[in-house]
């Protein structure tokens, strides 16, 4: 069972109710749980979406998307019913943080999933947990399941004449499905291969109707929002990174957690202060910044602030919050084909310079690796990872791409060197191992 | 009552069938939830399942076959009564997922989706489960156990083996 961190930087929003029996939904009310969404009902559609924009909050999923923006994009007025999508279909390596949001505060979710359906007008929403999560599926059923009870959900909601339903399920394992058009496409009962956009899910979604689809900690964060005010919330981070964000810090560090801090807070401080600096004294010798598709990062690059912008400047990105931190002992090159192995074995198959892209980084890596790699590996690895990027209908194409690419530029002379057969690092997989899973 | 009447379910998952059906805008949406329910209950998505979970949605078998191959956690063979799953992805990978991997290997006496002889344990190299933070992890059925050593594996297959494990489904 995950064990909780915390550390005294923190800022607590919305891990606020961890570890205090908010799963209970008692105990979620008396620590001001279901108090936003009645003032939501009461201040309506317009109000919320105000406070959403003006608290800055962009999507905790990865692409940072401003939430309140994506809000206002759904037709006010539509044919067809209205969606709200919660997506918990956390799959990238590295990224751990929705999992204690299920965990500790899964009202918090619920709540969140009806401001957003108040917010955009619509009556049902959707919880879709990756199938890895069942037991968390177990705790949010529950808690769905207890509101229902008391009248949160369903018809005539705190005896106001509105009506609101949430239906909870999981997917079955694909990493592809936490993209949000082939979440709908498995929630429709179908593989989870990505849409062509446009349309856009705010236009034509679930079912062919508008629909909002957030991660599942964008949307725990809007009941707190609205408690504590729009600008509030937006003074706690960065200029136009609002609020705080669960970072889930991993790998070769001391106190390896997820630990909730400002937007903008530096990635040095997260890495040696927070989570107590790289684990047994060692080197640091790279970092993962945001879950396993961002582009790598040099010790000499982490004096940077936490937030969408800096992360973007400094090359890379904020990702989806999953930190992973790699001591001197790594040997790169095989970092960055366990990387591609799982990009290989994720890609849905859909476009070509995904499905074979990756297949053959996949092989070629595995073939340096091996001992066999010749000079020309390294320039046709960088080659084939940038003719994927922007060529695929979804980002795990770029997904794969991006840290192959940054792998290569990055550590350029350690791939050569293992190619001319000076290995640096220790090696964790055999080449065995690695083909014979994935 | 059933909307089928020779279910191949327990009477509780029919039912739970029949409701899971209607709750969703469109019938088909229940399928993967269904998939994974039934497997839970028989083992494995048989050629029985599949009839059936095609009849009670409407579609045809193909659809659900076309669905199940998409999903890595869906099988089409038994698995052990407890399912192993080690997670090999980066931060495991960091703190020693391979070598709980080799561990769990060499105690059981098999290898990648294979399973023991008196079918107690399947093992699985698994992508990320998402305890990252918490690396090295496995999952045992949908039960989590994470910050491993290869002693604790140790106890917790004498755990299981005794009966005393969460049998999590």
Redesign the interface.
């Given at each position: 069972m995950p064990t909780l961190v915390s550390h005294p930087d923190e800022v607590k929003i919305v891990s606020r109710r961890f570890g205090l029996g908010a799963t209970d939904i008692d105990k979620y009310v008396e620590l001001d749980g279901y108090k936003a969404v009645q003032e939501a009902i009461a201040k309506g559609p317009e109000w919320i979406i105000n406070e959403m924009k003006a608290s800055g909050l962009r999507g905790r999923g990865g692409a940072g998307f401003p939430t309140g923006m994506k809000w206002s994009f759904v037709p006010k007025q539509s044919e067809k019913p209205k969606y709200v999508l919660v997506n918990g279909d956390e799959s990238e390596p590295g990224t751990c943080k929705d999992h204690v949001i299920f965990l500790h505060d899964p009202h918090a979710v619920i709540e969140g999933t009806m401001i957003a359906g108040l917010a955009i007008g619509s009556k049902l929403g959707f919880i879709y947990l990756r199938g890895e999560y069942r037991y968390l599926l177990k705790i949010v059923e529950k808690a769905v399941a207890d509101a229902y009870a008391k009248g949160f959900l369903g018809k005539n909601i705190f005896g106001t004449g509105v009506d609101f339903d949430i239906i909870t399920q999981t997917g079955a394992g694909a990493y592809e499905v936490g993209e949000e058009s082939a979440l709908m496409e498995s929630l429709e009962g179908k593989r989870g291969v990505p849409r062509i956009k446009p349309p856009f899910p705010a236009v034509v979604g679930l079912y062919g109707g508008p629909t909002v689809i957030n991660n599942a900690e964008t949307i725990a964060n809007a009941p707190h929002i609205l408690l504590m005010g729009g600008e509030a919330y937006a003074k706690l981070g960065s200029e136009r990174n609002g609020g705080t964000r669960l970072f889930g810090i991993s790998g070769h560090v001391e106190r390896p957690g997820v630990y909730e801090l400002p937007m903008g807070y530096s990635l040095r401080k997260a890495i040696y202060d927070v989570a107590g600096g790289i684990k047994d004294g060692k080197k640091l010798k790279a970092v993962v910044p945001g879950g396993s598709s961002c582009p790598v990062m040099l010790p000499e690059e982490i004096d940077v602030g936490l937030d969408f912008d800096q992360m973007g400047k400094a090359g890379t990105m904020l990702g989806s919050g999953g930190i992973v931190v790699l001591d001197e002992t790594v040997s790169i090159v095989e970092f960055a084909l366990r990387t591609i192995a799982f990009y290989q074995h994720e890609s849905c198959g859909w476009c070509i310079p995904c499905r074979e892209g990756t297949d053959w980084i996949k092989k070629t890596l595995t073939r340096v690796y091996n001992g066999g790699g010749n000079k020309k590996d390294v320039d046709n690895v960088q080659y084939l990872a940038e003719n994927m990027l922007g060529r695929t209908f979804c980002p795990l194409g770029d997904a794969a791409a991006m840290p192959t690419i940054a792998f290569v530029k990055k550590f350029r002379k350690e791939f050569e060197d293992y190619i001319a057969g000076n290995k640096a690092g220790t090696p964790i997989i055999t080449v065995e191992q690695l083909v014979g899973a994935h | 009552m059933s909307e089928i009447a020779n279910t191949i379910f327990s009477p509780e998952l029919a039912a739970r069938f029949d409701k899971l059906v209607t709750?969703?805008?469109?019938r088909?949406?229940?399928?993967?939830?269904m998939?994974?329910y039934a497997q839970d209950e028989v083992g494995y998505i048989s050629d029985e399942v599949i009839a059936e979970i095609a009849e009670r949605?409407g579609?045809l078998e193909l659809d659900v076959r076309?669905?199940l191959s998409?999903?890595?956690?869906?099988r089409t063979k038994p698995a052990g009564k407890y399912n192993v799953?080690v997670c090999?992805?980066?931060?495991c990978?960091?703190?020693g997922g391979?070598e709980i991997?080799?561990h769990c290997k060499h105690k059981l006496g098999i290898?990648?989706k294979e399973t023991t002889q008196d079918g107690v344990f399947s093992l699985?190299?698994v992508?990320?489960?998402?305890?990252?933070?918490?690396?090295p992890a496995i999952?045992i059925n949908?039960?989590?156990h994470?910050?491993l050593t290869t002693d604790k594996v140790d106890v917790l297959f004498q755990i299981y083996r005794d009966g005393q494990g969460k049998d999590?489904?």
């Open positions: - | 709750i969703y805008p469109l088909r949406s229940a399928l993967v939830p998939l994974l949605i579609i076309n669905v998409y999903y890595s956690m869906l799953q090999t992805n980066i931060s990978m960091l703190r391979y991997l080799d290898g990648h699985e190299e992508e990320c489960i998402g305890a990252c933070s918490w690396a999952q949908y039960d989590f994470d910050n999590v489904k």
